[in-house]
C-alpha cells in the first residue's frame, strides 16, 4: 500500500538522531474535507507531550486524507477530491510553518478502494521500518479526536498490534473512557488540556468551514488562508470538478 511515490520518509531521515529514546512517527487519517486548524495543532501538541512527558523521539507526522469513494458517499455534494485535499494539506503543513516533521501521506487516497484506519496505519509502520531498518523498530501512534475514539471504541485494533493511539481532547464528549483506558493500557496517551481552557474552545470542524464558506462568512479562525483561496478556486460538487494545480506545483 506504502511505496516511495505515496510516502516521503526524508523527514524521517532528516530528524534522526543518536539517542536512547524512542522514535515514533505520528499519524492521522480522517476526511480533511477540507483540513483545518485543529487537525495540524493537535498533531503538534501531540508531539510535544509524548516528547515532554514520555521522553519520545517524533521523527516525523503523516497527514493522510482518507479515500475519495468513503468521503464522496459520507458527504456526497460537498465531497472534494482526494487530490485537491491533499493539495490543501501541503499548504496547511507550509503555513503552519511544520514542514521540517509534517508531510502528507498519499498512500490512503491513492489505494485502490477505501482501507480501514488500522490497515493503514500498520502499513505505514512497516513500510518505514522496512525503509530505515533501524536497529529498533520505529514505533506509529495514531492521533485522534476524543469523538473517534469514542465511537470507534476506544481503537482497540491499533492498541494491541505493536502501535499506540494519542487522544486529543475534543469539545462536548466524554472523558471517562479514555480516562479509564490510559490506567489499563500504556499504548494510549490522552494529552491532557486544563479544564478552565475545556470550555472556551470552539468545536472547529470541516462541516462548520463549508457551512461559513457558503454562507460567504469569514473563516480564517477555523481554517488557514491558504486552504480557504484554494477552496475558493473549486466547486464543491460531486464529480464536476477537477484539482486547481498551481503552476508551480505541476
Known amino acids: 500500500?506504502?511505496?516511495?511515490?505515496?510516502?516521503?520518509?526524508?523527514?524521517?531521515?532528516?530528524?534522526?538522531?543518536?539517542?536512547?529514546?524512542?522514535?515514533?512517527?505520528?499519524?492521522?487519517?480522517?476526511?480533511?474535507?477540507?483540513?483545518?486548524?485543529?487537525?495540524?495543532?493537535?498533531?503538534?501538541?501531540?508531539?510535544?507531550?509524548?516528547?515532554?512527558?514520555y521522553h519520545f523521539h517524533v521523527l516525523g507526522g503523516y497527514i493522510s486524507p482518507t479515500h475519495d469513494e468513503y468521503v464522496y458517499l459520507k458527504l456526497r455534494d460537498d465531497w472534494i477530491t482526494g487530490e485537491c485535499r491533499i493539495a490543501m494539506c501541503e499548504k496547511a503543513i507550509e503555513e503552519a510553518g511544520q514542514q521540517s516533521w509534517l508531510s502528507v501521506d498519499k498512500a490512503e487516497c491513492m489505494a485502490k478502494e477505501f482501507v480501514d484506519l488500522s490497515i493503514v496505519s500498520s502499513s505505514l509502520q512497516k513500510f518505514i521500518n522496512d525503509k530505515l531498518k533501524l536497529s529498533t523498530p520505529i514505533r506509529v501512534i495514531y492521533v485522534c479526536g476524543l469523538d473517534l475514539f469514542n465511537r470507534c471504541g476506544g481503537l482497540r485494533s491499533l492498541r494491541y498490534s505493536k502501535m499506540g493511539v494519542a487522544v486529543v481532547y475534543r469539545p462536548g464528549e466524554?472523558?471517562?473512557?479514555?480516562?479509564?483506558?490510559?490506567?489499563?493500557?500504556?499504548?494510549?496517551?490522552?494529552?491532557?488540556?486544563?479544564?478552565?481552557?475545556?470550555?472556551?474552545?470552539?468545536?472547529v470542524s470541516s462541516t462548520l468551514i463549508r457551512k461559513t464558506l457558503k454562507n460567504n462568512q469569514s473563516c480564517e479562525h477555523l481554517t488557514y488562508t491558504s486552504v480557504i483561496d484554494y477552496l475558493r478556486t473549486i466547486p464543491i460538487r460531486p464529480l464536476k470538478h477537477k484539482c486547481i494545480v498551481d503552476e508551480k506545483d505541476e
Open 1 to 53: 500500500m506504502h511505496s516511495d511515490e505515496t510516502t516521503n520518509v526524508n523527514i524521517l531521515l532528516s530528524n534522526l538522531r543518536a539517542n536512547n529514546d524512542e522514535n515514533i512517527v505520528l499519524i492521522k487519517t480522517g476526511a480533511l474535507n477540507p483540513v483545518h486548524r485543529s487537525h495540524i495543532s493537535n498533531l503538534v501538541q501531540t508531539k510535544q507531550y509524548l516528547e515532554d512527558v
Open 174 to 203: 466524554q472523558e471517562t473512557i479514555v480516562k479509564q483506558a490510559v490506567i489499563k493500557d500504556s499504548n494510549i496517551f490522552y494529552v491532557p488540556i486544563k479544564d478552565e481552557i475545556k470550555w472556551t474552545l470552539e468545536d
